[in-house]
């Protein structure tokens, strides 16, 4: 997971914000499919950069990498906040030109802070980008089309509800659980969904539903996640059933997943299924059902945990009784293939993909240990059955 909240930042409104689509009715713009993330080309201040599109983004985002390469200069230091416990070292900084395809936004704010190394990119397209449009995320043919607010016309099948942006998330109403409420709508989260803490415990999730033990469930800005692995019997996203199977029970509490009034952080790997508009500024959300709609959940089934630590994808975390644990393999463990596709050749986003394949599929990883070059394989399983 990736910023889910940036509440330090939100009361900065820079003045004399300017916004185009470069005098079109819509503009068409290709992504790259990084897991689930969408990851667009961009420029900040005529530079380019790649860019991963998340509606989870408090703000839009710059490494500082990235915004040096901008000339961006100045602003105000901050502490920011995600996923995760911690506080990161942050700048709030205006952008002269942040332009995504033929859609241009001058003037907008934007954060400067570190991203997890694993995510390969310049920044994320966040709410100061996304607030001035009615944006389609249209995960089949890998797209996002942006138009002008209150001008979108919903395809046959859909359906349209309220959408209320809360410490800039957008959210919709949803049912989870027997409760009816909120759900924050998350595309940087490139997982399941996350049924918060207060909900959990409100309804003993715990208990109640097909559960793994406590477990890392997710990285952000702000470190590790815990959480559960757990079944659920479907959810409700804004008038549309999303069907059964595995999604994530917070355990940490943290800030991000904290407000009483959201019932759960709807991810990517949820989104994906779904043909959705977002337009903030006339409060509204459509939905259909993508060509992956009923498509079995990608999720882990190895226990293992890697990262990219150094350009190295390393193994930082086990669970002990899942299928990579019982191989042997370790924490610290540096992966070099997996089915034999190099770590070197691919995106770090992708190369784990093979983790997730069905249940029943064997699965070689090739590790170097201390120097020590060692094959383990073993038999891909449901972490919940």
């Not at 105000?76 to 030109?97: L, M, R, S, W, Y």
């Not at 969904?193 to 909900?199: M, P």
């Not at 208990?207 to 019997?233: D, F």
Request: aromatic share 6%; proline share 4%; glycine share 12%.
């Amino acid at each position: 997971m990736i910023p889910a909240s940036l509440y330090a930042l939100l009361a900065f409104a820079p003045p004399q914000v300017q916004v185009s689509l470069s005098g079109k009715d819509q503009v068409v713009i290709p992504a790259e499919r990084m897991g689930n993330y969408l990851r667009v080309t961009a420029t900040v201040n005529g530079k380019p950069m790649h860019l991963i599109v998340d509606t989870g983004a408090g703000l839009n985002v710059l490494t500082w990498d990235a915004a040096k390469a901008a000339g961006i200069e100045g602003g105000f230091d901050t502490q920011a906040g995600g996923a995760g416990a911690n506080k990161t070292p942050a700048k709030i900084v205006t952008v002269k030109e942040f332009q995504v395809g033929d859609a241009v936004v001058k003037g907008e704010a934007a954060v400067v802070l570190t991203l997890p190394e694993v995510l390969h990119c310049d920044g994320l397209v966040g709410y100061s980008f996304l607030k001035h449009f009615a944006t389609t995320f249209d995960y089949d043919a890998n797209t996002l089309t942006v138009r002008k607010s209150g001008s979108y016309k919903p395809a046959k099948g859909e359906v349209s509800g309220d959408m209320k942006i809360r410490a800039n998330h957008p959210t919709v109403q949803g049912r989870i659980a027997g409760e009816q409420g909120w759900m924050v709508i998350d595309t940087g989260n490139n997982g399941t969904t996350n049924v918060y803490k207060w909900l959990v415990t409100k309804e003993n999730l715990v208990k109640n539903w097909p559960t793994s033990s406590e477990r890392v469930v997710g990285k952000g800005v702000g470190g590790e996640v815990k959480g559960y692995v757990a079944i659920s019997p479907g959810f409700d996203v804004s008038g549309v059933s999303m069907p059964k199977g595995q999604i994530t029970l917070d355990a940490s509490g943290v800030e991000a997943f904290a407000d009483p009034e959201i019932l759960a952080n709807v991810g990517a790997e949820h989104l994906r299924r779904l043909r959705m508009t977002l337009d903030y500024e006339a409060g509204k959300a459509f939905f259909g059902k993508s060509k992956a709609f009923d498509s079995p959940l990608v999720v882990d089934r190895s226990g293992l945990r890697i990262d990219s630590v150094d350009g190295k994808e390393t193994v930082v975390g086990v669970v002990a009784d899942a299928p990579g644990g019982k191989a042997g393999v370790k924490p610290g463990d540096v992966v070099l293939e997996i089915n034999g596709k190099k770590a070197s050749e691919v995106e770090p986003l992708v190369f784990t993909l093979d983790l997730r394949q069905a249940a029943g599929s064997k699965v070689t990883v090739k590790v170097d240990r201390g120097g020590q070059v060692m094959d383990f394989t073993f038999t891909l399983e449901d972490m919940v059955k």
